[in-house]
């Protein structure tokens, strides 16, 4: 493809140097606008690592210290973390899983793009892979010098997806590969196809609550202490670039490129964390400042989602779903708290849940954020009407619940509904149903 797009190129380039039949040529050739040739970027590939890899593009090998000390096996409990893996996860004996999966096996993906919003437009000028080696992190990049060189461009990066490996990336589900598999349809070529995990949204879930925002720059910075000191803004890509273009500026693209590095190592050293806090939740919430509420909860949808999909949680890993639980509600976590409740429940400990419920109804109603003491008080109501066979009761908290504002329009129909036959059958002095 490339071989044909620069056959191409240089035919066009050939015609335009041809002067046109009834046009009078400048007599000043100083006065003719130069015709659009490959810069020269010898500069630049004598400043920096970068050599030839294609036509109009480049490529540099670099290897750097993994950030985070870690085992080299990956928890069986990441996927609970990462449900992308959850493929990986493989169940053994009863009461027992695995992770059929390991640190060689993933490659760490990003792209610097001349847009942040996506489109047919847009061009990724900059890919960077990276993977665990025996040394550290070695972390291959493409230039791409100017837009006749894309289709070299595009098969020197598709050319580290062979072997099949698991993609990693930070959103790059939404956009990366996005904008990956639309560049290869616009030259002609066939999309890689690979397995992807993407931690943007398990970071949401940790840290949304915590920091100011979960962009991956913050997370590096205010929970690994990583130092992005005099790192540019990855939101200046595409302006340096076209300024590349333009002027033959190399020093702020190679900025760029250094960016794109530390992304990389980046993206290792959050996904080196998520395999801490799967692997030791309990002491990695203070350690990582996890919001203890979500990842408690995370970890109960895990344990849920499994029993569906009829994986098995081990001992341990229930042992620590449920400690998560209790430390989260000792921690204030309404959410948390009604859970817990729910759950014992059903495991027939209804007097258990009952108190609890109670405890949660009971506590500070600035606490009790969105619909859970609404919640509580129409479980509590569930209770009372079916298990306890106390209408008047069920029918206080019915009550109590609908006085209660904000309440989503589907909940307060059902609410409505069960405070009508509560009604019904204290009117018809009914002992039960």
Same mark, same amino acid.
């Given at each position: 493809?490339?071989?044909?797009? %620069?056959?191409?190129?240089?035919?066009?380039?050939?015609?335009?140097?041809?002067?046109?039949?009834?046009?009078?040529? $400048?007599?000043?050739?100083?006065?003719? &606008?130069?015709?659009?040739?490959?810069?020269?970027?010898?500069?630049?590939?004598?400043?920096?690592?970068?050599?030839?890899?294609?036509?109009?593009?480049?490529?540099?090998?670099?290897? /750097?210290?993994?950030?985070?000390?870690?085992?080299?096996?990956?928890?069986? !409990?990441?996927?609970?973390?990462?449900?992308?893996?959850?493929?990986?996860?493989?169940?053994?004996?009863?009461?027992?899983?695995?992770?059929?999966?390991?640190?060689?096996?993933?490659?760490?993906? @990003?792209?610097? !793009?001349?847009?942040?919003?996506?489109?047919?437009?847009?061009?990724?000028?900059?890919?960077?892979?990276?993977?665990?080696?025996?040394?550290?992190?070695?972390?291959?990049? =493409?230039?791409?010098?100017?837009?006749?060189?894309?289709? @070299?461009?595009?098969?020197?990066?598709?050319?580290?997806?062979? &072997?099949?490996?698991?993609?990693?990336?930070?959103?790059?589900?939404?956009?990366?590969?996005?904008?990956?598999?639309?560049?290869?349809?616009?030259?002609?070529?066939?999309?890689?196809? =690979?397995?992807? $995990?993407?931690?943007?949204?398990? $970071? %949401?879930?940790?840290?949304?609550?915590?920091?100011?925002?979960?962009?991956?720059?913050?997370? *590096? !910075?205010?929970?690994?202490?990583?130092?992005?000191?005099?790192?540019?803004?990855?939101?200046?890509?595409?302006?340096?670039?076209?300024?590349?273009?333009?002027?033959?500026?190399?020093? &702020?693209?190679?900025?760029?490129?250094?960016?794109? /590095?530390?992304?990389?190592?980046?993206?290792?050293?959050?996904?080196?964390?998520?395999?801490?806090?799967?692997?030791?939740?309990?002491?990695?919430?203070?350690?990582?400042?996890?919001?203890?509420?979500?990842?408690?909860?995370?970890?109960?949808?895990?344990?849920?989602?499994?029993?569906?999909?009829?994986?098995?949680?081990?001992?341990?890993?229930?042992?620590?779903?449920?400690?998560?639980?209790?430390?989260?509600?000792?921690?204030?976590?309404? %959410?948390?708290?009604?859970?817990? $409740?729910?759950?014992?429940?059903?495991?027939?400990?209804?007097? @258990?849940?009952?108190?609890?419920? /109670?405890?949660?109804?009971?506590? @500070?109603?600035?606490?009790?954020?969105?619909?859970?003491?609404?919640?509580?008080?129409?479980?509590?109501?569930?209770?009372?009407?079916?298990?306890?066979?106390?209408?008047?009761?069920?029918?206080?908290? !019915?009550?109590?619940?609908?006085?209660?504002?904000?309440?989503?329009?589907?909940?307060?129909?059902?609410? *409505?509904?069960?405070?009508?036959?509560? /009604?019904?059958?204290?009117?018809?002095?009914?002992?039960? *149903?």
């Amino acid at each position: 493809m490339g071989q044909n797009l %620069r056959a191409r190129l240089q035919r066009i380039r050939e015609t335009k140097k041809e002067p046109v039949i009834g046009i009078e040529s $400048a007599s000043d050739e100083s006065q003719v &606008p130069p015709v659009p040739e490959a810069q020269n970027h010898s500069q630049l590939i004598a400043n920096s690592s970068f050599f030839e890899a294609g036509f109009q593009t480049l490529k540099r090998t670099t290897l /750097l210290d993994i950030p985070l000390a870690w085992a080299a096996a990956l928890p069986q !409990t990441l996927p609970i973390l990462i449900p992308d893996l959850n493929p990986y996860r493989r169940k053994q004996n009863p009461g027992q899983a695995e992770l059929t999966l390991n640190p060689q096996d993933l490659l760490f993906f @990003d792209l610097e !793009t001349t847009g942040l919003s996506g489109g047919a437009g847009t061009v990724a000028f900059l890919a960077a892979f990276g993977r665990f080696v025996p040394a550290g992190l070695q972390i291959d990049q =493409y230039l791409l010098l100017d837009y006749p060189g894309e289709g @070299d461009f595009l098969e020197a990066a598709l050319a580290e997806f062979s &072997p099949p490996r698991l993609i990693v990336s930070y959103n790059g589900k939404s956009f990366d590969s996005q904008i990956l598999k639309t560049r290869c349809l616009m030259n002609g070529m066939m999309p890689p196809v =690979y397995a992807h $995990a993407d931690l943007l949204h398990p $970071a %949401r879930r940790l840290w949304k609550r915590v920091l100011p925002d979960c962009s991956q720059a913050t997370i *590096e !910075t205010e929970i690994l202490g990583l130092d992005r000191t005099g790192d540019v803004p990855g939101a200046l890509a595409p302006e340096i670039w076209f300024n590349f273009l333009k002027n033959n500026d190399f020093a &702020p693209l190679l900025e760029i490129c250094d960016h794109n /590095l530390r992304d990389i190592r980046g993206l290792a050293a959050i996904f080196i964390s998520l395999c801490h806090i799967a692997a030791d939740p309990l002491s990695a919430i203070d350690t990582y400042r996890v919001d203890a509420e979500q990842l408690a909860l995370r970890w109960r949808d895990a344990w849920h989602s499994a029993l569906r999909r009829g994986n098995d949680f081990d001992d341990n890993e229930l042992r620590l779903g449920e400690a998560l639980l209790e430390l989260a509600v000792a921690r204030g976590g309404v %959410r948390a708290a009604y859970v817990l $409740a729910l759950d014992l429940i059903r495991e027939g400990k209804a007097d @258990d849940g009952r108190k609890r419920l /109670l405890v949660l109804i009971a506590g @500070d109603s600035q606490a009790l954020a969105g619909e859970v003491k609404c919640l509580a008080l129409r479980q509590l109501a569930i209770d009372a009407e079916w298990r306890l066979r106390d209408h008047k009761t069920a029918l206080a908290y !019915t009550e109590a619940a609908l006085a209660l504002e904000n309440i989503r329009e589907s909940l307060r129909h059902e609410l *409505e509904t069960r405070r009508e036959r509560l /009604l019904s059958k204290s009117n018809q002095g009914l002992g039960g *149903e």
